[in-house]
C-alpha cells in the first residue's frame, strides 16, 4: 500500500510541479546577481519498475580472463550534429568541438545547437563531442584532430586525467591560434591555459583578480608531494574558480575595455555551462559565435537580446518534486512534512542524507537521483538531499544534515557524485573530508554512477569499473573513510543520458537503510553474527587469522556486548569453553571431526530462500552435494547465545581435490557456502555480520574485481547486510579487497607486541665468544685460539652458508694476520647481531587488549631508526652516530662487509638507542602502568638543571656523551605521541560505534614503523591514493636497494640481462610504492609527477647518466595488486614500452634485446613484444600454488609450475588500459630469459615463512625449466624492514626467519602459550617453510632437521602440542614426511619411524579422545 501511495503520490506531484514550470525559479533569486534555473521535469516512474534494457546479468563475470575490450562503445557520431541543406542555406556555419569527461552535458549540447538550426537567425551551427576516455583510441585521436582542423569554438571541461590531458593539448595546441574562441573549463592547469576568448588569456594576465586566478592555474597544486608521503591537497581550485566567477563581474568595470569585455563573456559563458540546460549552452555558442567569430559580421546577433545565464543556487537541499531549492534544514521540513503524509511515510522514519552533484540536475540528467530518492522513500525512509556546484561536498553536510542548534538530521549518508567529499576528481582534502564526516558521525557510503563506460560495456566486463573511476571514485573517498563503491547508475551509449540501474538502486537503498536502523533499533533486539574462519579445513584450524587470537578476541567481543546491552546468553566460563562449544558436537559422542551443527537445512528450504541456488549446480551439481551436509540437509556450522551467532564459514569446496584445483581458473562457492549465508540473512535474521579476523573467502568468490554487478558471488552472498571486518592493521591490500567486494566496513587490530629475537643455544655461545675475542684479540695464543672456536661453531650453527669466505674448522688461526682475523669475527658478529635485533611478533593479538607500554619498547626502537623529515625529526641511528662524527649509512655499509670495528659500534649505537627508549617508557608510565604524558616544560628545566634529559642521560651511559639534545627532542616527543597510540585500546569502541550506525574514524592500514598514523587501531582502513606513487622518498630508497643489488651481482662488470619481479599490494600501501619504484629504476626510468602531483608519467634516465645497460623486467603483479594498482601496472608498461622502443645498442639496453628476440620469435611488433607486466586473469587471484602446498595436497611440481604460468600468464597493455588478455606463451618466452628472481620484505611482522602468499607467486623453479639451459635462477630478497636495507639471497632470508621464529624458543614458547591457535601458528610456518622447498628449493636441510629436533624429537614440546591441538601436529608431521618423501630433506630412519609414530598417536588422540573422556 505504501508503495502504491508513493507512486500515486509522486505522479501527482509531479503533474502538478510541471503545470508550474514556467514560475518556478525558487526562493533565492534575492541572494544572487543570476537567476535559479527551472527544476528538471519529472514523471515519477512506477515503484519498483526497471529501467529500459536493464535487468540481472545472465551470464557470471568474473570466471575467465579477459577485461575490456574498450571502454566507451558509443560512437562519436551519435554525438555529432549537422545542419541540413535547408537549414545551412544563406547562414554562416560554426563549428564546435566539445571533449568532456562526463556524458551529462552530450544532450545539452545537442539540443542547444538543433535548436540553434531551428531558430533561422544569422548563423547555424554544426557540433561533434568526445568523451575524454575515448581519445585513448588512435583512430578517434585522429577524427578529433581532423575536426579540430576547421573548427570555429572548443570547450572542454573536468579534464583531470593526466595522459588524456596531454593528449589533449597536443592535439589543439597546434590549432589554439587559428580558432575563433577555446573555453576551457575546470581542468588540469595546462589544458586551462589553452583558454582564448579574444584579449583574454591566461598565460598572458598579471595583476589583479584577473591575474590571480591566471596565477592559480600556474601553480596548482605546487606542494604535490610532502617529504614522502602523499600531500593532503584540496578540491579548492574549483571552488576558488566558483567564487571568481560570483565576485569577478564586480571588478570587470575597472579593467580596460577589450579585457573587461573578453573576461566578462568568459566568465558569463562559464556560469552558462555550470547552468548546463539546452537554453545556457545555446545562449553560450551565440554570445561566443557573435562576438569571437569573424565570419559572423558584426552585430548580426544582438547581444543585448541573449538571455544572461539562468543557474541553479551553488548549493541547496533538493527534491524532485519540490517547488523550490531550500536554504535551511528548517524550510526543507516545511515542505517535507506535508509530502511525507501525501506518500504515507512515518514522520519519524530514518533519514537518510543524500549528496548530489549540482551538474546533473542542472542539465536535468537527473534519473539516476530520482531514481534512487523515489526508492528510499517507497521503502519507508525520509530523505535529505544537499547539493553543491563546486567540488566540496562537506557543504551540503555542514550546512544541510544539521539543524540549527547543530545536532545531526540523518541517520545514514550516500555520496552520489562518486567524488570524494572534499575535492572531486581534481585532488583531495581527507582532512577536511574527516572532520565533516566525524561532526555528521553517521555511516557514509559512495555510490559511483558509470563515467567511462556505458551499462552494457561494464555488464559484459569481467574487470568491472573502469581504472581511472576506480582511482577517482573509489580509491579517494576510501581515504574519506567510505564504505560500500556499489554501481549504480549507467550511461546510455546512444544519448550519453544517466540510466538509474534498478537492481543496484534497490540495494544502495536497502543497505542504507539497514545501516540507519542499526541506529534506531535497541541494542537487546540487535541480532549479530560473528563468523570465524578456517583454512585448510581441518578441525585443527577453525578460527585462523593472522596474528589474532581469535577465540579469546570473541571471548572479549561478547562479553563488552553483553555489557552494552546486547542479548548475549549462555557464554561460556572460559575461553577453552567457547572453543570447545564450536569445535565439538554433542551428538558426536565418539569423535570429534565434527563441528558443533547449528542449524540443519533442508534442501526445499534452501531452493525457497537463496535466489541463486539453481546457478550453482552447473559447478557444484544438484543441492545438498558433499560439503558441510550430511547427505540429506546442508549443515550450518556454529553455536547460538541468545542474539549471537557464532559461525563457522565453509571453506572454498576446492581443498583436496588437486585435479580441480589445478583447472579452475577460480574457486566459486558451493551450495553449503550459500546456505550459511543464506541463514544468516533469513533464518538467524542478522543486523549486522562481522567477519573475525585475516581472512575469510567470502571476498574472493568470482565476481568483477570492483563494481560488482548483482550476479557476482560476493554482492550475491553478502546481500544487504552490513558487513564489518576485524582485519590487520598491517594487510591494508587485502582489506581493501575485502571493502570493495563485500563491501566490508574494516576495523583494523594490531598485531602481537614484538621483541627483539634475541640469541639462544649455540648462537648464544658463539655471541659469547665474540665478545672475548674482542678482549683478547691481540693475545696472538689467546686470540687465534678463539677465532678458531669461533668458526668451529659457526659451522655448527651453520652460519657457512651466510659466510661465503669462512674458513674451514681445520685452518691454522695463528697463521692468519689479526686483520683477516677481525674480519672473520666481524662477519660472524654481523650476523649474530642481525638474528639477534629481529623483530618477532610474541605470541597472539587479542582484540581489546592493548600491548603494555613495556611491550612497546621494541616498536619505538625501530619507530626511532627512521628520519622523518616531514616531521622535522632525525633517526635515533643517525643523531647518535653524528655525536662521534660518523655517518650512520657509512656505518651500515661497513658493518655489513664485517668490519669489526663498525659491527660492534653498531651494536653499541643499537644498545643506547634500546636504553633511551626504554628510559622514556619509564618516565612515561605512572605506578600503575599506564602511559602519561611527560611534561615538555618540566622535563626541559630538569635537563638544565641537571644535566640532560633522561633520554640523553641513558645514551651517555651508553658510551655516547656528546648526543646533541636539540635532535633529541623532537624525536622523543614524537616517539611519545607513538606510544600512547601503540597502547590505546580502540578496537572495541570502534566496533561498538559500527554497531551503533555510527561513522568508523578512517586511518590507513600498512607498517606502524615505518607510518604511526596506522595507530590507533580500531579504524576503518584504507589503502591510499594510487596515483600518488612511488613517492620521492620511496624512489630514493629504491636507488638505495637496486644499486645494492647491481654491487653484489655486478663485482665483474656482469649485470644479469632480465630479472623476474614480483610487486604486492600490501608493500606498496606500506613503502609508498619502493618496489615499484625499482622496477623503473631497474629498467632506467624515472617517474614524473604531473602538474597535479600524481604519477601518471614516466621518462627516460640516459644511458650515460645511468651508467650501466638497462635490465628487462619480468613482472609478475599479485591479483590484489592488480585490484589496487591498475594504473601503475600502466605506468610499467609505458616504462617498458618506452627502454624497447629507445635507439640504443642492445649490448646497454636489454629491454630492447629481448624485446626483439620476441618480436622475431612470434612475428609481432617491437610494441607487442615489448609485454612484461603480467597478473591473474580479472577476478582471479594467486597462483594456486599456495592452495595445494596448505592442503598437503599431492600435487606433482612440475604440474604446479604449469599451473603457475596458466593462471598468472594474463597481459596488461597500456594501450588498451585495463585489459588483461590471455598472453601466457609471452609470458614463457619472457622467464625463459630471466637469470634472477626478486622479491620485497616490507615489515618484520610478515615475513617468508609467517603467509603463503611469497612462494605461491615465486617463479624461480618455473624459470629453471623454461630457459634452456635448464640452469636455476639466483633469487634475492630486498629486506627494507629496517633503517639499514638489505639484499639477501632467498635461501639466506628464509634461514633467517628460520632462526628467528620457527628454531627460536622465544617464538615456540609464546606460540605455546597461545594453546590450540598458537600451536596451529608453528604447524602453519613449518608448512609455510616447505612451500619455499616446493617452488625454489630454497630450504636447507638442517632447517628441517632442526625443526624436527624441536617439535619431534623432544618430547616434551610435542606433548604439549599434542594436548592442545594434536590436528595441528598431525599436519606438521605430515610436513615433514612430504618434505622426505619429495628429496628436500635427508634424514635417519630413526626420525622417519618416529614421525609415522607420533601421526599414528595424532590419529589416535583425534579419533578417540571424547571416548576416553
Not at 135 to 159: G, H, M, Y
Request: aromatic share 8%; proline share 5%; glycine share 8%.
Amino acid at each position: 500500500l505504501s508503495q502504491t501511495l508513493a507512486a500515486v503520490g509522486a505522479a501527482s506531484v509531479a503533474l502538478r510541479s510541471l503545470q508550474k514550470r514556467d514560475t518556478r525559479r525558487g526562493r533565492r533569486l534575492k541572494k544572487g546577481a543570476v537567476a535559479d534555473a527551472e527544476v528538471a521535469e519529472v514523471v515519477a516512474p512506477e515503484v519498483g519498475m526497471e529501467a529500459p534494457g536493464l535487468g540481472e546479468v545472465e551470464e557470471m563475470a568474473g570466471l575467465g580472463g579477459g577485461g575490456f575490450s574498450g571502454y566507451t562503445g558509443s560512437n562519436v557520431a551519435q554525438r555529432r550534429v549537422i545542419p541540413s541543406a535547408k537549414q545551412a542555406e544563406g547562414r554562416v556555419k560554426v563549428k564546435v568541438v566539445y571533449v568532456v569527461l562526463e556524458s551529462q552535458y552530450q544532450a545539452s549540447m545537442t539540443a542547444a545547437v538543433k535548436q540553434i538550426n531551428k531558430s533561422g537567425g544569422p548563423i547555424c551551427a554544426e557540433c561533434v563531442g568526445y568523451l575524454l576516455e575515448e581519445i585513448r583510441n588512435p583512430e578517434t585521436v585522429e577524427e578529433l584532430r581532423k575536426d579540430l582542423e576547421d573548427a570555429n569554438i572548443f570547450v572542454c571541461s573536468l579534464i583531470f586525467v593526466q595522459e588524456l590531458a596531454e593528449k589533449l593539448v597536443e592535439l589543439v595546441a597546434p590549432q589554439r591560434d587559428r580558432l575563433d574562441a577555446c573555453l576551457c573549463f575546470p581542468s588540469m592547469p595546462e589544458v586551462m591555459k589553452l583558454n582564448k576568448l579574444g584579449t583574454f588569456d591566461l598565460t598572458k594576465l598579471t595583476g589583479g583578480p584577473l591575474g590571480s586566478f591566471a596565477e592559480q592555474i600556474k601553480e596548482a597544486r605546487n606542494k604535490t608531494l610532502q617529504a614522502g608521503k602523499p600531500a593532503a591537497s584540496g578540491g579548492a581550485f574549483q571552488d576558488s574558480l566558483l567564487k571568481l566567477v560570483r565576485t569577478l563581474p564586480k571588478v570587470l568595470k575597472f579593467l580596460p575595455g577589450d579585457q573587461a569585455k573578453d573576461a566578462r563573456t568568459f566568465i558569463l559563458s562559464l556560469q552558462h555551462w555550470l547552468g548546463g540546460t539546452p537554453e545556457n549552452v545555446e545562449a553560450m555558442l551565440l554570445r561566443v559565435a557573435g562576438q569571437y567569430v569573424p565570419a559572423v559580421t558584426p552585430g548580426a546577433i544582438d547581444l543585448d537580446r541573449i538571455m544572461e545565464p539562468v543557474v541553479l543556487p551553488d548549493s541547496g537541499i533538493w527534491h524532485p518534486l519540490a517547488p523550490a531549492i531550500y536554504d535551511t534544514y528548517e524550510e526543507y521540513m516545511e515542505w517535507y512534512k506535508g509530502h511525507l503524509n501525501f506518500v504515507g511515510v512515518p514522520q519519524d522514519a530514518p533519514m537518510i542524507g543524500v549528496i548530489l552533484q549540482k551538474s546533473h540536475i542542472s542539465t536535468k540528467d537527473d534519473g539516476h537521483y530520482v531514481s534512487l530518492i523515489q526508492e528510499l522513500e517507497s521503502r519507508g525512509a525520509r530523505v535529505l538531499c544537499g547539493y553543491t556546484g563546486g567540488l566540496d561536498f562537506s557543504l551540503p553536510l555542514r550546512e544541510y544534515f544539521v539543524n540549527r542548534v547543530g545536532g545531526t538530521e540523518v541517520d545514514a549518508m550516500v555520496n552520489l557524485t562518486g567524488f570524494s567529499l572534499v575535492g572531486g576528481p581534481a585532488s583531495q582534502d581527507a582532512k577536511k573530508a574527516k572532520e565533516a564526516l566525524m561532526k555528521i558521525n553517521r555511516p557514509y557510503m559512495v555510490s559511483v554512477p558509470l563515467v567511462f563506460q556505458s551499462f552494457t560495456e561494464w555488464q559484459q566486463s569481467q574487470l568491472g569499473l573502469h581504472p581511472v573511476q576506480v582511482a577517482l571514485q573509489v580509491s579517494l573517498p576510501e581515504i574519506d573513510g567510505a564504505i560500500e563503491p556499489l554501481i549504480y547508475a549507467g550511461r546510455d551509449g546512444a544519448s550519453g543520458r544517466t540510466i538509474p540501474m534498478q537492481d543496484r538502486i534497490s540495494t544502495v537503498a536497502t543497505r542504507a537503510l539497514n545501516w540507519a536502523r542499526l541506529r534506531q533499533k535497541p541494542n537487546a533486539e540487535k541480532k549479530v553474527a560473528i563468523c570465524l574462519f578456517q583454512f585448510p579445513p581441518d578441525k585443527g584450524n577453525v578460527g585462523t587469522a593472522a596474528y589474532l587470537d581469535v577465540f579469546g578476541s570473541i571471548f572479549s567481543v561478547l562479553g563488552r556486548l553483553k555489557e552494552e546491552g546486547y542479548t548475549v546468553e549462555g557464554i561460556p566460563e572460559d575461553i577453552e569453553g567457547l572453543q570447545k562449544s564450536i569445535l565439538e558436537d554433542p551428538l558426536e559422542q565418539y569423535s570429534m571431526a565434527d563441528l558443533n551443527v547449528e542449524y540443519r537445512m533442508s534442501v526445499d528450504e534452501y531452493e525457497q530462500l537463496c535466489p541463486y541456488a539453481e546457478d550453482l549446480r552447473e559447478n557444484w551439481g544438484p543441492p545438498p552435494g558433499t560439503l558441510n551436509t550430511d547427505g540429506r540437509d546442508l549443515l550450518v556450522y556454529g553455536k547460538r547465545f541468545g542474539n549471537i551467532f557464532l559461525g563457522v564459514q565453509p571453506t572454498f569446496g576446492y581443498e583436496g581435490d588437486p585435479m580441480r584445483l589445478l583447472f579452475a581458473k577460480s574457486a566459486s562457492p558451493h551450495h553449503g557456502f550459500a546456505a550459511f549465508y543464506t541463514y544468516l540473512e533469513f533464518v538467524f535474521g542478522a543486523d549486522a555480520l562481522l567477519h573475525f579476523g585475516t581472512h575469510g573467502s567470502l571476498e574472493f568468490m568470482p565476481g568483477k574485481q570492483v563494481g560488482m554487478s548483482g550476479s557476482c558471488y560476493p554482492d550475491r552472498l553478502i546481500s544487504v547486510l552490513p558487513n564489518l571486518y576485524y582485519y590487520a592493521a598491517n594487510n591494508p591490500s587485502e582489506a581493501t579487497i575485502a571493502k570493495r567486494r563485500s563491501y566490508a566496513s574494516t576495523i583494523s587490530y594490531l598485531t602481537p607486541p614484538a621483541e627483539n629475537a634475541g640469541l639462544y643455544k649455540g648462537l648464544n655461545e658463539l655471541s659469547e665468544l665474540v665478545k672475548s675475542y674482542q678482549g683478547l684479540r691481540e693475545n696472538e695464543q689467546r686470540g687465534a685460539s678463539i677465532v678458531a672456536s669461533i668458526v668451529a661453531t659457526a659451522r655448527q650453527c651453520n652460519l657457512d652458508k651466510d659466510i661465503e669466505d669462512l674458513p674451514q674448522e681445520d685452518e691454522d688461526m695463528k697463521a692468519v694476520p689479526i686483520d683477516e682475523r677481525d674480519l672473520i669475527v666481524g662477519k660472524v658478529y654481523r650476523r649474530l647481531m642481525e638474528i639477534e635485533s629481529r623483530a618477532l611478533p610474541m605470541g597472539l593479538h587479542r582484540v581489546g587488549v592493548p600491548p603494555t607500554a613495556e611491550e612497546s619498547v621494541a616498536t619505538l626502537v625501530n619507530i626511532a631508526q627512521l628520519d622523518r623529515p616531514e616531521l622535522g625529526v632525525k633517526g635515533l641511528p643517525n643523531i647518535i652516530a653524528a655525536s662521534v662524527g660518523l655517518n650512520a649509512e657509512q656505518v651500515y655499509r661497513n658493518a655489513d662487509k664485517g668490519v669489526l670495528e663498525d659491527v660492534t659500534r653498531l651494536q653499541e649505537i643499537t644498545e643506547a638507542c634500546r636504553a633511551a627508549v626504554r628510559t622514556l617508557v619509564a618516565e612515561s608510565t605512572n605506578s600503575q602502568g599506564r602511559v602519561e604524558e611527560p611534561n615538555f616544560v618540566v622535563q626541559d628545566m630538569m635537563s638544565f638543571l641537571y644535566g640532560g634529559s633522561p633520554w640523553k642521560k641513558a645514551i651517555d651511559a651508553a658510551g655516547f656523551p656528546n648526543v646533541n639534545e636539540d635532535d633529541l627532542k623532537p624525536l622523543f616527543v614524537y616517539l611519545q605521541s607513538c606510544l600512547k597510540l601503540i597502547v590505546c585500546n580502540n578496537e572495541l569502541p570502534g566496533l561498538l560505534k559500527a554497531l551503533k550506525g555510527e561513522y568508523i574514524e578512517p586511518g590507513p592500514g600498512g607498517d606502524p614503523i615505518r607510518n604511526p598514523d596506522v595507530l590507533p587501531t580500531g579504524k576503518n582502513m584504507h589503502a591510499l591514493d594510487p596515483q600518488s606513487i612511488p613517492t620521492k622518498a620511496a624512489v630514493d630508497t629504491a636507488y638505495v636497494v637496486v644499486e645494492r643489488l647491481l654491487e653484489r651481482l655486478g663485482k665483474d662488470g656482469e649485470f644479469p640481462e632480465s630479472i623476474a619481479f614480483t610487486l604486492w599490494g600490501t608493500d606498496n600501501i606500506k613503502t609508498y610504492g619502493e618496489s615499484l619504484a625499482q622496477v623503473l629504476a631497474l629498467i632506467g626510468c624515472r617517474p614524473v609527477p604531473d602538474s597535479l602531483g600524481r604519477v601518471n608519467k614516466v621518462e627516460l634516465i640516459p644511458l650515460e647518466q645511468l651508467g650501466r645497460p638497462r635490465i628487462d623486467v619480468v613482472c609478475n603483479c599479485s591479483g590484489v595488486f592488480r585490484d589496487l594498482f591498475i594504473n601503475q601496472m600502466n605506468l610499467l608498461d609505458r616504462a617498458i614500452k618506452m627502454a624497447a622502443e629507445a635507439d640504443e645498442p642492445i649490448e646497454q639496453n636489454f629491454v630492447r634485446k629481448h624485446t626483439l628476440d620476441q618480436a622475431a620469435e612470434f612475428n609481432i611488433s617491437v610494441r607487442q613484444a615489448a609485454t612484461r607486466v603480467f597478473s591473474n586473469a580479472a577476478g582471479s587471484y594467486s597462483a594456486n600454488v599456495a592452495l595445494a602446498v596448505e592442503n598437503g595436497t599431492n600435487v606433482d611440481e612440475e604440474a604446479l609450475q604449469k599451473q603457475f604460468v596458466t593462471r598468472k600468464g594474463f597481459a596488461l597493455s597500456s594501450d588498451n588500459p585495463g585489459e588483461l588478455t590471455e598472453s601466457s606463451e609471452l609470458f614463457k618466452s619472457a622467464l625463459s630469459k630471466v637469470d634472477l628472481t626478486f622479491q620485497n620484505l616490507d615489515s618484520s611482522e610478515i615475513s617468508l615463512t609467517d603467509v603463503s602468499h611469497y612462494f605461491d607467486n615465486d617463479p624461480t623453479k618455473v624459470v629453471q625449466n623454461l630457459r634452456k639451459d635448464g640452469k636455476k635462477p639466483s633469487a634475492f630478497i630486498a629486506d627494507t624492514t629496517t633503517a639499514n636495507a638489505q639484499v639477501r639471497s632467498l635461501s639466506a632470508q628464509v634461514r633467517l626467519d628460520s632462526r628467528t621464529k620457527l628454531l627460536n624458543p622465544k617464538f615456540y614458547e609464546a606460540s605455546l602459550k597461545g594453546g590450540y591457535e598458537g600451536v596451529r601458528e608453528i604447524s602453519k610456518r613449518l608448512r609455510y617453510t616447505f612451500g619455499w622447498s616446493t617452488t625454489a628449493g630454497a630450504v636447507d636441510n638442517f632447517v628441517y632437521e632442526d625443526s624436527n629436533d624441536t617439535y619431534i624429537a623432544d618430547e616434551d614440546i610435542r606433548k604439549r602440542m599434542m594436548d592442545k591441538n594434536p590436528e595441528a601436529l598431525r599436519d606438521m608431521v605430515q610436513t615433514f614426511l612430504e618434505a622426505n618423501a619429495k628429496g628436500h630433506w635427508e634424514t635417519s630412519d630413526a626420525n622417519l619411524e618416529r614421525l609415522k609414530d607420533v601421526y599414528q598417536e595424532c590419529e589416535d588422540r583425534i579419533e578417540g579422545v571424547d571416548f576416553f573422556e
